[in-house]
């Protein structure tokens, strides 16, 4: 069984940067494909960026501010953020999709922009 355990959320004003972590449990991470989701207050999950061996995708609203990396040996993936703006407020989920093909989740942190 995997868990996932995101960090790094708070309360930033537009424009500033955070950094979110997952931390992953189980074996083989660096074969699994890991991505970051959000769902703001009121609207359906949707997803931000994805980071597998075949590389890194963007969803276009997040494309040239946000980047995800991934540190295989720690099990960890990152989301960095930078020039957040106010739309960007949500719950952000880690996703790992494992070589198998198992879906894990996360339980979330919290993202707000706001001046």
């Known amino acids: 069984q995997v868990q996932l355990v995101e960090s790094g959320g708070g309360l930033v004003q537009p424009g500033e940067s955070l950094r979110l972590s997952c931390a992953a449990s189980g074996s083989l991470f660096g074969l699994s494909v890991v991505g970051w989701y959000r769902q703001a207050a009121g609207r359906q999950r949707e997803w931000v960026a994805t980071?597998?061996?075949?590389?890194?995708t963007y969803a276009d609203s997040v494309k040239g501010r946000f980047t995800i990396s991934r540190d295989n040996a720690k099990n960890m993936v990152f989301l960095q953020m930078n020039s957040l703006k106010p739309e960007d407020t949500a719950v952000y989920y880690c996703?790992?999709?494992?070589?198998?093909?198992?879906?894990?989740w996360g339980q979330g942190t919290q993202v707000t922009v706001s001046s």
């Open positions: 996703k790992q999709t494992t070589h198998h093909g198992d879906v894990f």
């Open positions: 980071i597998s061996s075949a590389g890194r």
